[in-house]
């Protein structure tokens, strides 16, 4: 049996950051630019900054520099170590959920 979740932040109710903002983020660090991130992953430039600028607002950070083209940028030291920690959150709920996992799977076998 598998237990399956997803994991986001919020700050009064308002997504901060999650697996989508993961994924964008990667892309802009694979890709070199935001605008080229967001045609990696299917989306328009309007709504990648839309969710970069959202997640800048609520924490009162910069998260995306402004490289030398139009739509380019790439990530802030602070983006860095957001995707990181947010990364580390996901590998510490992993290894709770796989001992959880291992620990139901025992309670429901047992014979009582």
């Not at 979740?5 to 890709?31: M, N, P, T, Y």
């Not at 607002?57 to 083209?69: A, M, P, Y």
């Not at 802030?76 to 709920?93: G, M, P, S, V």
Request: glycine share 8%; net charge positive; proline share 0%.
């Amino acid at each position: 049996m598998k237990i399956r979740h997803k994991v986001w932040l919020e700050s009064d109710g308002k997504v901060i950051f999650g697996h989508g903002r993961q994924e964008l983020f990667r892309a802009v660090e694979a890709c070199g630019s935001l605008n080229a991130a967001a045609k990696k992953l299917g989306m328009s430039y309007r709504a990648a900054w839309g969710r970069v600028r959202a997640s800048e607002q609520r924490l009162g950070i910069s998260l995306i520099e402004k490289g030398s083209h139009e739509k380019g940028g790439h990530l802030t030291e602070e983006a860095k170590r957001l995707l990181q920690q947010f990364e580390e959150l996901e590998e510490r709920l992993n290894a709770c959920i796989r001992a959880t996992e291992e620990w139901f799977d025992k309670q429901r076998y047992v014979k009582k």
